[in-house]
C-alpha cells in the first residue's frame, strides 16, 4: 500500500473515532491510532481530520461539536477544558515547522480554557499559556498573512499570555504577542503586540483603558472558579 494511501485510511479511521462517545475505551483506541490521550482525558464527538498528533494531559476536556482540520499537533495541557462548536485549522502549504515551531499547532499549557463557537485558525501556530482563557464567544485568531508585496502569505504565531482573559467577538490578527495577567475586552481589535502586564485592553485598535492587576481573575490559581462537578449538581438540583 503507498504512502499517501496509508495516510489517507489512517485519518478517516480516526475521523471515525473522533465521533465516538467520550470514554475510556475512545482513549484507548485513538492511543493505538499513533495519540497521546491521559486515562482521566475526556474527548466527546468532534471532527479530526488530518491531525496529525493529538495529546491531551490528566483531566483534559474536549466538548462536542469541535472541529480540527489540518493540524499538525493539538495539545492539550492538563485540566484545560475547551467547549462546544470551536473551528480549529491550519493550512499547512502557508508555513513551515522549519520556520516555525508552532506552525500548524494548537498549545494549551495546563488549566487553560476555550469557551464556545470561536474560530482560531493555526496556519502560523496558537498558544494558550497557564492559566490563560478564551471567553465569551466568536472571537477570531488569525495566525496567517499576505505580505502583498511579494504576493506570499506567512504563517505568524500568536502568543496568549499567562492568565490572559479575552472576551467575547476579539479579533487578534496575525503575529501577536499578549503578555500575561491581562483582560482584553468584548470587541477589541488586537494588531499589535499588548506588553503591559496588568491591564485591560479594548477599542479598536486595542489599547489599555484600565488597570487589573488586583483582579480576581489576574490571582487565580484554577481554570474555573466553579469546579464541573458542582456545576452539574447544581444543574441537577435546578431540575
Not at 495529546?55 to 492538563?78: C, H, Q, S, T, W
Request: with cysteine.
Amino acid at each position: 500500500m503507498a504512502r499517501s494511501t496509508r495516510r489517507t485510511v489512517l485519518a478517516v479511521i480516526v475521523l471515525v473515532l473522533g465521533f465516538l462517545p467520550a470514554g475510556r475505551i475512545k482513549n484507548v483506541l485513538l492511543n493505538l491510532a499513533g495519540h497521546s490521550i491521559a486515562r482521566s482525558a475526556r474527548v466527546h464527538p468532534v471532527i479530526l481530520w488530518r491531525v496529525r498528533s493529538l495529546v491531551m494531559g490528566e483531566k483534559a476536556y474536549i466538548g462536542p461539536g469541535n472541529a480540527f482540520r489540518e493540524l499538525a499537533r493539538v495539545e492539550i495541557g492538563d485540566e484545560s477544558e475547551i467547549g462546544q462548536f470551536n473551528w480549529f485549522s491550519a493550512a499547512a502549504s502557508y508555513t513551515s515547522e522549519r520556520e516555525n515551531e508552532l506552525a500548524a499547532k494548537f498549545v494549551m499549557e495546563e488549566r487553560t480554557g476555550v469557551t464556545s463557537r470561536h474560530y482560531i485558525d493555526c496556519s502560523g501556530g496558537v498558544k494558550i499559556c497557564r492559566l490563560g482563557m478564551l471567553g465569551g464567544v466568536r472571537t477570531t485568531i488569525l495566525s496567517h498573512s499576505t505580505e502583498s508585496r511579494q504576493w506570499v502569505v506567512r504563517g505568524k504565531p500568536v502568543v496568549i499570555g499567562e492568565a490572559t482573559l479575552v472576551l467575547s467577538s476579539v479579533l487578534i490578527n496575525p503575529g501577536i504577542t499578549i503578555s500575561e495577567h491581562n483582560v482584553i475586552a468584548g470587541g477589541a481589535v488586537v494588531v499589535r503586540d499588548l506588553d503591559e502586564p496588568g491591564r485591560l485592553y479594548g477599542g479598536v485598535p486595542a489599547k489599555v483603558i484600565g488597570d487589573v492587576s488586583e483582579g480576581e481573575h489576574i490571582t487565580r490559581e484554577t481554570m474555573r472558579h466553579v469546579p464541573r462537578e458542582t456545576a452539574r449538581s447544581l444543574l441537577r438540583e435546578r431540575r
